[in-house]
């Protein structure tokens, strides 16, 4: 799943291809791809008609891209969403799901969703990276946006009753974060995602908050993580974190810190990859009653 440095890398593509551009026809394919939009896709298609794209923003994983008329068009990529800027010739793919075209005769906006948990719709609001459109307004800030608060983040992370690794992946504590980030950044800072969020001492925190931002900043400057191939830029090039990965999808292979096979453990329907040696589990002392 796409996460906070791929979807920077699709934004970065978005403001240079399509913003400034006027939308001259849109054609919405299936249903699900505009489920958020109450109105169905033919006022979907309606209200983005003519319209201009004035800018690209994020936040966590969400994009948006205000528009002449004061509305907001939103895109989540979900498990497979693709924001490709293709020319009008190219084939159409089997997973195609909405595309808009401009009055410039230049490349469209092709929305490509494999799983289809991805999606685009309009709504108010969200001029800018501070003002958010209402449906974004839970999600927090992530941790490369210059007015991420880490004092607030830590202490709210530390009065949470849960583990570390789910507080991460909590998008209303911080967003951006998923899956991979959460392992790679933990491999980092050696700790355990299953360590109680109440014990993490503050400095311990604030490392994880840096390996957070290093890895997401690393990745950015390789295009992001296409591990399973789905995630692309706009231009339909992957990206080569995934060759940069010390932790995520390592099972079995030495840890790089300490030659330790790595080891995989079931987490919330997926899996968590850590090494058994630098990253310890926590002892369960509040439930064993040991101390
Ligand atoms: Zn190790």
Request: hydrophobic share 45%; aromatic share 4%.
């Given at each position: 799943m796409p996460e906070l440095p791929?979807?920077?890398?699709?934004?970065?593509?978005?403001?240079?291809?399509?913003?400034?551009r006027q939308i001259s026809w849109v054609s919405a394919r299936h249903p699900r791809a505009t489920r958020r939009f109450p109105?169905?896709?033919?006022?979907?298609?309606?209200?983005?008609?003519?319209?201009?794209?004035q800018a690209a923003h994020r936040r966590g994983k969400y994009l948006w891209l205000p528009l002449s008329d004061g509305q907001v068009l939103l895109g989540h990529l979900g498990m497979s969403g693709q924001l490709l800027v293709e020319a009008p010739s190219t084939p159409e793919g089997p997973h195609l799901r909405v595309?808009?075209?401009?009055?410039?005769?230049?490349?469209?906006?092709?929305?490509v969703d494999q799983r289809t948990f991805g999606g685009l719709w309009v709504e108010a609001g969200g001029e800018g990276p501070d003002h958010l459109p209402f449906s974004l307004a839970h999600i927090a800030?992530?941790?490369?946006d210059p007015r991420f608060d880490e004092k607030v983040f830590i202490s709210r992370l530390r009065r949470r009753r849960t583990e570390?690794?789910?507080?991460?992946l909590d998008q209303t504590l911080i967003s951006g974060v998923g899956n991979i980030y959460a392992?790679?950044?933990?491999?980092?800072?050696?700790?355990?995602?299953?360590?109680?969020?109440?014990?993490?001492?503050?400095?311990?925190?604030?490392?994880?908050?840096?390996?957070i931002?290093?890895?997401?900043?690393?990745?950015?400057g390789q295009g992001g993580t296409s591990f399973d191939s789905l995630y692309v830029d706009v231009n339909g090039q992957s990206g080569y974190f995934s060759q940069s990965l010390n932790a995520y999808g390592r099972v079995d292979q030495p840890c790089l810190r300490c030659g330790t096979p790595m080891r995989r453990e079931a987490f919330m329907n997926r899996s968590s990859f850590s090494c058994p040696v630098c990253q310890p589990r926590p002892r369960r002392r509040a439930a064993t009653g040991l101390r």
């Open positions: 791929e979807v920077e890398v699709v934004r970065a593509g978005l403001a240079q291809s399509v913003v400034g109105g169905g896709p033919a006022q979907f298609e309606a209200a983005l008609v003519g319209r201009t794209v595309i808009i075209g401009f009055n410039d005769a230049g490349p469209d906006l092709r929305f800030r992530d941790p490369l570390i690794k789910r507080a991460l392992d790679e950044a933990l491999w980092r800072v050696r700790l355990h995602g299953g360590r109680p969020t109440s014990r993490l001492p503050v400095a311990k925190a604030s490392e994880l908050v840096t390996a931002r290093e890895v997401m900043l690393e990745a950015l």
